[in-house]
Structures are given as structure tokens and as C-alpha cells.
């Protein structure tokens, strides 16, 4: 059965965000794959333990919402606490979880260390989907982007291209 965590938004398997203090050699910073990296961190933390979930009735579709636990802890919200996730686009979210958000934004864990482009935007315009996706496609979409999620880098997109001046 496929649940997918209430409350929270994470980057899609093929999708790629961008480290501003890793060195390289091309003209965008390093890529990240945000998407496989919060699928593996998740797996990691799950392990081989029994995962309960109490699933939304409301919720429609093929894919069940719900909030998955394994153990005492709540999956959707560590995923907040490390930066994996951000609260879903005008979803109710409880205090608990904006408060491991903000510690996630303040902390610059995970997706809020780096250059990404908003989920719900990337899902609006990316093309390719597949697993075999170039970090270069969504560092043109970031140029152009329209919806800002990651505050320690709000003006990074109106920097001049030459720096040397």
C-alpha cells in the first residue's frame, strides 16, 4: 500500500536542488538530489521496523494520506526536523511541525541549505521526470522561478551573472 505523509511536501525522486558552498568546476553550484536523498534518509530511518499509519478517510485518490509512525516517531515531522520536507502548500499543519521547520530552516538542514526550486512550481513545469534527469534542467528552472523556499538565498537569483566588475 502506498501512503503518502499528510501535511508535508518533499522534492520528487528526479528532482534536484543546488549546494552554494561546494566547489566545482562548472558554472552552477553542486547538484543535490534532494528527491533520492530524503527517499534514502527516510528508508534509512525506517529500516526494517513495522511502520503504522492512521490514513485520512477524507483523503481521495489511489495513493492514501495518512500519519505515519514508526515507533513513538511521527515520519512527516522528522522529516521536517532534518530538512527533507516543508509543510505542504495550505495544508493544516500542527505546532509541532512548523517548530521542526523552523529549526530545519534555521539550521539549514537538508533542502533549506540549498538552492531549490518550490515543489509545487517544479511540478507545474518540469518536462522530464524521469529518473535520468539532468541537474542542469532545474538549474534553468531556478532562473526563472516564481515561488521562493529557501530564505537564506532570496536574492540569489538577482545577482549580476559577472562579478568581476
Known amino acids: 500500500m502506498l501512503v503518502r505523509l499528510s ?17 566545482t568546476a562548472g558554472p552552477s553550484p553542486a547538484p543535490v538530489a534532494c528527491g533520492a536523498l530524503a527517499m534514502a534518509w527516510l528508508k534509512r530511518l525506517v529500516g526494517d521496523r513495522r511502520v503504522t499509519c492512521l ?17 513513538s516517531l511521527d515520519l512527516g515531522r ?7 520536507a ?3 502548500t ?5 505546532p509541532d511541525d512548523r517548530a521542526a521547520q523552523s529549526q530545519a530552516i534555521g539550521g539549514r538542514h537538508g533542502i533549506w541549505g540549498t538552492y531549490v526550486l518550490d515543489m509545487d512550481e517544479w511540478r507545474k513545469k518540469a518536462v522530464d521526470r524521469t529518473l535520468g534527469r539532468r541537474p542542469v534542467a532545474d538549474w534553468n528552472l531556478l532562473s526563472t522561478r516564481e515561488r521562493e523556499i529557501s530564505p537564506a538565498f532570496r536574492d540569489a537569483h538577482r545577482q549580476p551573472r559577472r562579478r568581476d566588475r
Not at 55 to 71: E, I, K, M, Q, S
Open 90 to 94: 495550505g495544508g493544516a499543519s500542527r
Open 78 to 84: 522528522e522529516m521536517l526536523r532534518v530538512g527533507w
Open 7 to 23: 501535511d508535508i511536501d518533499t522534492c520528487d525522486l528526479p528532482q534536484w536542488s543546488f549546494d552554494p558552498h561546494a566547489a
Open 86 to 88: 516543508r509543510l505542504a
Open 55 to 71: 490514513l485520512d478517510p477524507g483523503a481521495t485518490g489511489t495513493v492514501h494520506v495518512g500519519v505515519c509512525r514508526v515507533g
